[in-house]
């Protein structure tokens, strides 16, 4: 009973993680080409297993519980504080609420006016690829943790990495149908604005938004 | 060699806007609390109760400041 709960939870909580990388994955590779898209994710998958290799074995046998429960709550108390923040000065209007139809038509119109050239040379610069790393390092951190938390707390680690196996298979599986339904930049956005409404995902899309207009504003001033 | 540079930059982007981004005062409130917590320790009094009320006068701090930049 208890093996079934486990990989249950394993397989849910996996599979969320995947599907919030999917869709921001799926998204850069409509919008902004595919190579960009995939060359994220493999550098992610890299840098995460190195990670996991280097720092998640000293981090286990040189760190003492304490430091780690410090480490733990330092970095859940700046994630939960910023959030809390965003929604308070949401809630009073100090900032306005994303609004997807604004960006979309500023968006339109910087990429046809004068900066049209260099502003879609940013997009090839590797703007696309940064934002499917982001999402694919901090999905897979979370599948990580989950897989470990999860598995090592019961000593049943093997049937945790079965179940987190199965989830891949049907995520990835998903995004390859998902990814021939939709032959366009235009389409996929419909797709990604109805997955929106029932997913929190497009949450942590629009919390990656300022940083990608940053940065893209950066190459634009840059080479103008 | 320039991707990477790229990469580089990139990952060194990545982890600073991750805990820090826009709002710097938020990660050094939020580290100074913790350390001092952790520093204190062995005094219960001294290290846990005034937590709560540190965190929430950062917060109060760092929604005025972004009261101000909107």
């Known amino acids: ?224 | 060699m320039r991707f990477v540079s790229t990469w580089g930059q990139a990952l060194q982007s990545f982890w600073w806007d991750l805990p820090v981004g826009d709002t710097p005062e938020l990660s050094v409130g939020v580290i100074s609390t913790l350390g001092a917590a952790f520093l204190f320790r062995l005094k219960r009094t001294l290290a846990v109760d005034p937590v709560l009320f540190v965190a929430i006068f950062v917060l109060i701090v760092s929604m005025t400041r972004g009261r101000q930049r909107a």
Do not use: Y
């Open chain 1, 1 to 224: 009973m208890l093996a079934v709960a486990l990989s249950l939870v394993v397989f849910g909580a996996s599979a969320v993680a995947m599907v919030d990388a999917q869709i921001i994955v799926l998204a850069v590779g409509t919008t902004r080409g595919l190579r960009s898209a995939l060359e994220g994710v493999v550098v992610a998958t890299v840098v995460l297993a190195a990670i996991v290799g280097a720092v998640g074995v000293p981090l286990i046998q040189l760190v003492t519980i304490p430091v780690l429960r410090v480490a733990v709550a330092t970095i859940s108390l700046i994630f939960g504080s910023s959030w809390l923040r965003k929604a308070i000065l949401h809630a009073s209007e100090h900032i306005a609420i994303h609004d997807e139809d604004v960006v979309f038509e500023n968006t339109v119109a910087l990429s046809t006016g004068q900066n049209g050239e260099v502003f879609r040379r940013a997009l090839h610069n590797g703007v696309g690829s940064v934002v499917a790393f982001r999402e694919v390092i901090l999905g897979g951190t979370e599948v990580v943790l989950n897989l470990l938390g999860l598995g090592a707390s019961d000593h049943r680690a093997k049937l945790a990495c079965r179940a987190w196996g199965s989830a891949l298979v049907l995520v990835v599986g998903f995004g390859f149908v998902v990814a021939h339904q939709i032959p366009g930049a235009k389409e996929s956005e419909r797709v990604l604005a109805l997955i929106g409404c029932a997913h929190p995902s497009l949450d942590r899309a629009n919390f990656l938004a300022p940083t990608f207009s940053r940065q893209l504003s950066r190459d634009c001033a840059r080479t103008s």
